[in-house]
């Protein structure tokens, strides 16, 4: 191994190491498999490991990115932290109106629907109505010439009998003239 060691590879190494303490057995199985199979890719065995954490132990290798401490993140974050609360507040007010907007619109919609089937039921009463008054018209049709035919023969009848029955014959008065 050489002087130098990669902050990659010492982070995934590292990362491999503390899942092989988890307490979680298969997380720990599947660490040491790999920790094996990358130890076999690099061609090490188990010393040349022994003696990279002997190396690395007094003097670990300097980070990438110096870490900020808690004050100056505390004060650069804290317009940030301020910006991201008020969008916070103004997303969940704008859900809730947005969720009282859908329950009124459900509301309205419910209300509408049950109009539309009001009407429809309507609609199929007025319907069933006029067909019931249309197949009556011929029959009263019907009913009106027949009770006008019968009133014509039954006043005729009636007027034959009446002459029959008042007028007495006549006499037949040639006989005198001859």
Known sequence: MSGSFDPKELKVLSDILALVL???EGQSIAALS?????????????????NLFVAIAPNPP??????????????ESGADTLAARQQIVTLTNNL??????LRNSRARLESVRSELFQTQ??????QS????????????RILIWCGFAA???????GTQFIHSVVDTPRMDRSIYLR
Request: proline share 5%; no cysteine.
């Open 62 to 75: 300097p980070r990438a990115k110096p870490r900020a401490t808690r004050t100056t993140k505390t004060a």
């Open 22 to 24: 988890e307490e979680q």
């Open 129 to 140: 109505k006029l067909l019931t008054k249309e197949s009556r018209k011929p029959f009263a």
């Open 96 to 101: 809730r109106q947005m969720d009282l907007e």
């Open 34 to 50: 790999a920790l094996r199979s990358r130890a076999k890719k690099s061609a090490m065995t188990g010393g040349a490991l022994k």
């Open 151 to 157: 009133g014509i023969l039954i006043g005729i009848a």
């Open 121 to 126: 039921q309507s609609r199929a009463e007025l």
